[in-house]
């Protein structure tokens, strides 16, 4: 089975729409979304009615919890993500908050995990930054490979020794697909992974798209600028 495992869209409908294209040419079977379609962005229906409509795994992130769930979680947000939030949560129609709403916190298949954040307590939002940040996670789970989003920064966390670009059935890891809307890794390419549960290998993919539009819709709608400009630099 191929998997694709896209996360962190962020409302922004031309980067995702980007993937999917990608997506249609990797022979794929299944899509993950691993959460954190809304917030920051400018078209959080349409993104959310794209998901529905063609995800069939989806977990719940931290800015849907917030737009969906728990408006309080917003203040610990910075002011441009709360502003954002508000604006979205004000935007969408009953249906996308509802969907939102109904989305569990971890999903297991094919001896993977999935979820936003981190395994340990997924509702608390965690993030896994470095080597030493993953290892203290791969207690609280039992799959082979956990594939998370959160920090918008890609990377490949084996439980032993380093990655060295493949992944060993022998190792467990921890695997950050980074964000197909808002990368912080100073890349502004979309990026999201593909997994093959026969032949147990990973790629990263980036690709371009059309950012120019997606920041300047983000303005059109009175959005903080910050946000626009910060989709055209990967930061």
């Not at 931290?62 to 002011?79: G, I, Q």
């Not at 979205?88 to 954040?117: A, C, D, G, W, Y």
């Not at 959160?150 to 964000?179: A, M, Q, W």
């Amino acid at each position: 089975m191929r998997i694709a495992i896209i996360s962190d869209i962020h409302s922004n409908l031309e980067a995702l729409t980007k993937a999917f294209e990608i997506i249609e040419t990797k022979n794929i079977d299944e899509i993950v979304c691993l959460g954190d379609i809304v917030g920051y962005g400018a078209n959080p229906n349409e993104c959310v009615e794209l998901i529905r409509k063609r995800v069939k795994y989806v977990v719940m992130g931290n800015h849907d919890y917030a737009v969906a769930v728990d408006p309080t979680e917003l203040f610990y947000f910075s002011s441009h993500a709360r502003e954002s939030d508000l604006w979205t949560r004000e935007v969408l129609t009953k249906e996308n908050l509802e969907f939102l709403k109904s989305l569990p916190l971890t999903i297991s298949f094919k001896n993977l995990l999935f979820v936003h954040s981190a395994p340990a307590q997924p509702k608390e939002w965690e993030y896994i930054f470095t080597e030493a940040q993953a290892r203290i996670q791969f207690q609280y789970f039992n799959e082979k490979i956990c594939f998370i989003g959160h920090s918008h920064l890609p990377g490949v966390f084996p439980e032993k020794g380093t990655y060295n670009g493949k992944i060993d059935k022998n190792i467990r890891y921890i695997i950050n697909v980074g964000s197909v809307g808002q990368p912080r890794d100073g890349d502004w390419r979309l990026c999201f992974g593909i997994f093959d549960t026969d032949t147990w290998t990973y790629e990263q993919i980036r690709s371009e798209y059309d950012v120019e539009k997606a920041s300047i819709k983000i303005i059109q709608n009175g959005l903080p600028e910050f946000l626009a400009r910060r989709i055209l630099v990967g930061v």
